[in-house]
């Protein structure tokens, strides 16, 4: 199998951090008064406060050839953000970082649901509707970097079950996720089908009907009142309202 490709995201992925090193030790100081009947007292030291430290601001990447401008400063609506920053007990589940796809292969360098700031802040509004009910997300896949989409069309040219890469998917745009359900303790609740069953038992008219369904229907539920638009053909696809606002992108996951 040929993987040139994922390591050159494997690479492109990497940011280096240097924990910032400890600060000196308390200094001891003068003497403190005798204490007579207890000799030792004088040697144990007062409890140490955390000095606060500075991360090191040198170690930042030079930009790789061909980026586009820098980041401006601040936070912007279409910056991508690292999901499991935000709805912190989201469970992590991207199959295309794994086999279990229906590509039977890994596509992504890394398990990372990065997500438009804007879709994200949609997302974690469902998600505390859905805490309320015992219930966390499970994101099975979030943005979807062009040149991976393109392997994927490499792989599976078939637009039932790909976005040709010409027309781009709202995955390209990190503004569409592939979400399921858990219980409070992080397993999966009882869903129509599994991800990624392109058969019509995925269809939302099948999937959310009857006691099978019931899950499904929350889900749906949850993620509509935050403004996302359900897809017809596979109940765990949802899009942000204003997708066509993103740019399909490439940037690393
Ligand atoms: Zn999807």
Excluded at 167 to 177: N, P, Y
Aim: aromatic share 6%.
């Amino acid at each position: 199998m040929h993987r040139a490709w994922l390591i050159v995201f494997a690479l492109g992925g990497v940011v280096a951090t240097v924990a910032p090193s400890a600060h000196a030790a308390p200094r001891g100081s003068g003497a403190q008064p005798a204490e007579p009947t207890k000799p030792t007292a004088a040697t144990s030291a007062k409890p140490a406060a955390p000095a606060p430290t500075k991360p090191a601001a040198s170690t930042q990447a030079k930009p790789t050839a061909g980026a586009a401008d820098a980041k401006a400063p601040g936070e912007r609506p279409d910056d991508l953000v690292d999901v499991a920053t935000v709805i912190r007990d989201a469970v992590i589940d991207m199959r295309y970082a794994t086999a279990d796809n229906f590509t039977g292969k890994e596509l992504y360098p890394v398990a990372r649901c990065k997500l438009r700031r804007a879709v994200v802040a949609r997302l974690a509004k469902a998600a505390e509707a859905l805490r309320a009910q015992d219930r966390r997300l499970v994101l099975w896949d979030c943005y979807r970097p062009t040149s991976i989409q393109q392997e994927l069309w490499k792989r599976v040219p078939d637009p039932r079950y790909v976005a040709n890469p010409k027309v781009g998917s709202k995955h390209g745009r990190g503004a569409a996720v592939d979400v399921a359900l858990a219980d409070s303790a992080g397993a999966l609740v009882s869903l129509p089908t599994k991800f990624d069953d392109f058969s019509e038992a995925a269809h939302r008219d099948h999937a959310l009907a009857g006691e099978v369904g019931a899950e499904a229907r929350r889900l749906e539920r949850a993620l509509a009142e935050a403004g996302f638009k359900p897809l017809a053909t596979e109940w765990w696809h949802f899009d942000a309202p204003d997708s066509a606002n993103y740019a399909l992108s490439d940037e690393p996951l």
